[in-house]
Nanobody, 124 residues
């Protein structure tokens, strides 16, 4: 599975961005797809995840502002980020947990495939 992430950029606080991550090489509709972020010197943390039944998970700091969704026809997962804050600034990674019908895991170690990362910068 190869993952291609896109959609990052520079936005002002309270603005919006939409990240996209398209998988190739395998149908990932039965897998969890997740978004992580990693600030310099910190561990990679989960932002949001979505299961094969479209059950979603959000970390507390983004709940109510971010929305994860998947398009099975396009083998793609999206992260709509609204009301962005300067503390959201970092690199965002998409990932796939290739265990069929698994729940969302918050541990990066459980994910098997990773995209290349996309930079999100929020100015105050």
């Amino acid at each position: 599975v190869q993952l291609q992430a896109s959609g990052g950029g520079l936005v002002q606080a309270r603005g919006s961005l939409r990240l996209a991550c398209t998988a190739s090489g395998r149908d990932v509709s039965s897998y969890v797809m997740g978004w992580f972020r990693q600030a310099p010197g910190k561990e990679r943390e989960v932002v949001a995840g979505i299961t094969w039944t479209d059950t979603t998970y959000y970390t507390d700091s983004v709940r109510g502002r971010f929305t994860i969704a998947r398009d099975r026809a396009k083998n793609t997962v999206y992260l709509q980020m609204n009301n962005l804050k300067p503390e959201d600034t970092t690199i965002y990674y998409c990932a796939v947990d290739a265990k069929v019908f698994a729940p969302v895991s918050t541990s990066a170690r459980n994910y098997d495939y990773w995209g290349q990362g996309t930079q999100v910068t929020v100015s105050s």
